[in-house]
């Protein structure tokens, strides 16, 4: 939905209230004049601060959907802490023949993971 709204226009109490009662058609108009009124430069920065206002807002926040990119990126830091996190756990087990069976086992895959690539 595309609304025009010209920025020359002078905006009056009764056009646009500001208390808890105001309609909220009014007020949205109002926020696509401020967004109309901002550089087109800046309307990222402007999101940003809406997103933190709402979420500092609601009681009760929805998250903000993660890009694809950004849900891959969780997700492999989310493997790599657990690969330490398992690394930590084998180094402290002091099983020194367990350390050195699973040390073949993984320097076997890294290899084929080499010749694979």
């Not at 905006?11 to 009014?26: C, G, M, R, V």
């Not at 790599?80 to 086992?105: F, G």
Request: proline residues 8%.
């Amino acid at each position: 939905m595309t609304q025009t709204v010209n920025p020359n226009s002078t905006i009056s109490a009764e056009t646009n209230p500001t208390t808890s009662e105001a309609k909220p058609t009014l007020l949205i108009n109002e926020i696509l004049t401020e967004i109309q009124l901002t550089p087109q430069e800046q309307w990222h920065n402007l999101l940003q601060i809406m997103r933190t206002f709402r979420q500092a807002t609601n009681p009760d926040p929805q998250p903000v959907p993660l890009t694809p990119e950004e849900q891959q990126r969780k997700e492999q830091i989310k493997k790599n802490q657990a690969v330490i996190e398992l690394l930590r756990k084998w180094r402290d087990d002091d099983d020194e023949q367990e350390q050195k069976e699973t040390w073949e086992i993984l320097n076997q895959a890294l290899e084929i993971e080499k010749t694979e690539i």
